[in-house]
């Protein structure tokens, strides 16, 4: 019944407006701020494929790039796939970024890329045409085995992989719903990978559409109304009781 009310009044100017009043009047109060906000992220996520596929084909004729084979993808582990002890194992070292982004350009197996990792989640984002080199690269970062990290392992491609990193970016894929940090620290991540020259027109652009989008969400809708972290949320938990 939710679902269908913001859609059917998502016809306002940006399909913002009934989410809001949505997230603050029922009773189902953490429900309906996460449903409306993943209303409103899909809008803004329709719009973003849309003008990715636009920038692919201006991208192509800009740098004279046989593209029709490359391909957005996300390649990582988080805390749904993946326990504690193997997170830790996979992690990618805010000091070190730089040497790795620069290796997995030069080998060529990726034309452009992000690294993101935190407490919860380590993800490649990057633009190749062979998905099966940048898995097998990412799996090499780590000594942990490979039939033991492949398990945990997810990979989304082109519309799956936008939508995923737009969900990253929104905290709606966090372990707390809607918490802050991560947006933080997705940007920290882009802005160590254009340092690293490992961003071009095509990750810049996409990536400045993921950011604006994300505060669409966050402003329009209750979603950052809960705990900011999971020690936030267990001291208050606490107090509740």
Known sequence: MLASRVLRDSHDSDGVGAAVG?????????VNIHTAATIVLKLRTRDILCFHATLRIKYAQNYNLATSLMSIFVV?????????????????ETEKLALYLQDIIQRGTAHEAVLLSTCNRSELYCDANDVAAVRDWFCSQSANPRAELESALYIYRDDEAVSHIMKVAC?????????????GQMKEAFSESCSAGAVGALFHRLFQQVFTAAKDVRTSTAVGACPVSVA??????????
């Open 76 to 92: 990582g582990i988080n805390h749904k796939t993946a326990p504690v002890t193997l997170r830790e194992k996979v992690y990618f």
């Open 232 to 241: 936030s949320s267990a001291v208050h938990f606490v107090r509740q009781k």
């Open 22 to 30: 949505l997230t603050v009047a029922q009773p189902e109060r953490a």
């Open 171 to 183: 905290g709606l894929d966090s372990m707390i719903i809607g918490e802050p940090q991560i947006l």
